[in-house]
Structures are given as C-alpha cells and as structure tokens.
C-alpha cells in the first residue's frame, strides 16, 4: 500500500470516530420529543417562603412622643443684701441644702457698731420722755390746786407727745440696725442644690452685685416642659379634665426611664410660628434623675384603646389605593386585605378596620408576593449553640 492510499485510510476512521457520537446524541434528542410533558398544575409551583405572624387583640396605650427641657421653678442667685467683707463660708459646691440654712457670713462688727449707737440714742430719747412725763405730772397737780397755770400743762403735754415719737424713731433705728447686723449671717432661702461658688473668703461684697455668691437651685419636685402639635390640643383637654395624664421622661436615645410624672400645664396660646402648645409636666426628684437644662425624650399617655387590633408595624403596606397587608388564607395563599389604620405603639400597628384578631398576616417577603401566590412560613433564623460550660470560643 503506498503512503498516500494508507493516509486517506487513517482519515476515514477518524470521520467514523467523530459521527458515531453525534448520532447517539441525536437518538437520544429524537426520544426526548418523543415523550410529552407533564402538565405543571398550581399545587405543584414553588412556595414563596415569607414570615408570618398573627393579629392580636389587646389594650393599646395610646402615647405622644415629644423632646423636652428640664426646668426647676425656682433658681435664686444669693446676694449679700449689706456691703462687707466675707469672713466665712459654710458650704461646698454641689452640696444639697435646706431653706434657712447657713452659706456665708459677713463680718458683722461695723453694723454690731451702729447697733450700739443706736441702742445709745433710744436710750437718751426714752430717759428724755420719762422726764417730760415726771414735769407734766407736776404741772398738773399744781394747775389743780390753783398753783400753776394750765397753759404749762398743755405745753408739757405736747412736748410728751413729741418725746414718744422720738423714742419711737429712735426704736425704729435700732430695730433697723439689728435687721442689718442679722443680714450678715446669709442662709438658702429654698430647699436645692448649691451651685458654684463665685465669691472667696476675705472678699469684699455688695448689696448691688450682679453675680452674687451662689446660686440655689430647686432640685425637687422638677418640671419638664415640651410642645406637641396643636392639633392634639382637643384630646388633651378631653383626656385631663378627668385625671391628669401620666407624663414619662426617658433618656434622648428612650433608652431608659428616668422618672414618671404628671401634666400640670398648658399655656392658654398656641405659638403661632410653629402651630405647637406648650406643656409642662411634674416630676417627683428625691432621688436625683432629671437635672435642670437637661434635654430628654418624653412620652404623654392621651389614653388606653381597650380591645385594639394589632400587628406588627412592617405588616402594613402602602399602594395606590391605601394601606393593606398580605392574609394568608385557608388555602396558603396570600390575600390583599385593604386596611384602615391608627396610631403605631412600640412597633405594633392599630389596625382600625379590615381585619379580625385571629388572622395571620405576613411580616416579611411582601415584594414578592401577589394575590393568589402560594406562601410558606420561612423557617426561623438559625442561631448559634450556646457553648458548652467551660469551653472557650
């Protein structure tokens, strides 16, 4: 055989090895047509997998959320009320004091000085009208047994009169300069809380000075004042002319409760420029929580909605035509449910109308979902194993 016969040899069995596949496979695709599908019915579809959760009926707390500043009724800047040196200083900053308790002392040796002189002068005045009273009772004996004439008696009479009124000046004055000594001794006028102090021993202060010596603050009981929308005014005025409505302070992030109290105010105008009500609340202190200037959350309880319709809030969806949720049905299927809603309490929806407690409404996996679609509970979220005592992670 020559070499080209035995090339053309090896070429025609390298064809044969490449058709033999494609004709098997070509059987195969013959058959598979041949065989018909099976119809895909609806039982047969893909569940969606969504979270689910029922409708609950329950007393519903109905709350206004606001900011709020604590304020303390009473903030008094003590002054020295005479002018001196301050000998002494008889608190610590910060300290919690009690009204008529001792702060400061003023060095009370010039006004105990101007007390004596005055001490001295009414003394003089008095000796003076016990004198004038002794020559009046002489001039009258003797007018009565003709000895002396009455005209002496009316004019002793008169200079008795002008003496008492002395003496009651010069009672006066020493009345004044004991109301002054008593000034040097400077007490709280208010149960609180002593601020900084501003004036050091030795200082020399002054009835006109604008800073004073310290500042006393109401720490207890405290108020928070907050604004809320005007338009909440009505169910304000409804809900506290029978009790007052229950006020909470929380921390800014409502993280925490710091004291409970009690609507005490509402201002008689609305602000004009921004359509809120001024409002203030009681809060009872004794155990320091709330402190003046401090900026917290408060929530106003308006009332209780007793046998609410409730899910949780992310069950609620809004479409063109208004709110609705996503019921799962007898049949496993998801159903529109258009729904009237009220207020959102703590995550969970007030649904005023369109469903019944009871109902199992979907939570989550909304967007796939439509009228009719085949749902399934998503299985819960795996969590991880607690470690056994004594291992380490």
């Known amino acids: 055989m020559s070499l080209i016969q035995r090339s053309l040899s090896v070429a ?3 064809r044969l090895s490449l058709l033999l596949p494609l004709a ?4 195969v695709a013959l058959q598979l047509r041949a065989t018909p599908a099976a119809p895909m019915t609806a039982s047969a579809a893909a569940s ?12 519903l707390p109905l709350w206004t959320d606001a900011l709020g500043t604590v304020t303390s009724l009473n903030a008094v800047s003590v002054r020295s009320r005479v002018d001196g040196q301050l000998q002494a200083v008889h608190f610590t900053e910060g300290q919690a004091v009690k009204a008529g308790e001792l702060l400061a002392t003023i060095d009370p040796r010039p006004l105990q000085v101007q007390l004596a002189q005055s001490q001295a002068v009414l003394a003089q005045e008095e000796a003076r009208l016990a004198s004038s009273k002794v020559d ?5 004996a003797l007018a009565q047994a003709g000895a002396g004439p009455t005209q002496t008696v009316d004019t002793l009479r008169a200079q008795v009169t002008t003496q008492a009124a002395t003496v009651q000046a010069a009672r006066s004055a020493v009345d004044a300069a004991q109301l002054q000594l008593s000034f040097t001794r400077i007490t709280s006028p208010i149960d609180g809380r002593a601020g900084q102090r501003l004036a050091g021993v030795g200082a020399a202060v002054h009835a006109m000075d604008a800073n004073g010596l310290v ?5 207890n009981p405290i108020w928070v004042a907050f604004s809320v929308p005007q338009d909440l005014l009505p169910a304000i005025l409804r809900e506290s002319a029978g009790h007052p409505l229950k006020v909470s302070a929380l921390l800014r992030d409502r993280s925490r409760t710091l004291a409970e109290g009690e609507l005490v105010f509402v201002d008689s105008q609305v602000t004009p420029t921004n359509g809120q009500i001024q409002l203030k609340a009681r809060f009872d202190n004794s155990r320091p929580a709330l402190w003046p200037g401090e900026l917290v959350a408060v929530r106003m309880l308006l009332r209780t909605q007793e046998d609410a319709t409730v899910v949780p809030q992310e069950a609620v969806q809004q479409g063109a035509d208004g709110n609705f949720v996503y019921v799962a049905n007898a049949r ?3 159903e529109v449910r258009k729904v ?13 109308s369109g469903l019944a407690p009871g109902e199992t409404v979907v939570t989550q996996g909304q967007y796939r979902l439509a009228a009719g679609v085949p749902i399934a509970a998503a299985p819960p979220p795996a969590t991880a194993a607690a470690p056994a005592p004594g291992a380490h992670p």
Do not use: F, S
């Open 12 to 14: 025609r069995r390298y």
């Open 24 to 27: 098997a496979l070509a059987g």
């Open 48 to 59: 969606v997998p969504v979270t689910l959760a029922t409708a609950q009926r329950r007393a």
């Open 136 to 140: 009046l009772e002489r001039a009258g």
């Open 215 to 219: 500042t006393v603050t109401q720490m």
């Open 332 to 334: 496993h299927q998801a």
């Open 340 to 352: 009237g809603v009220g207020e959102v309490v703590d995550g969970m929806q007030w649904v005023r």
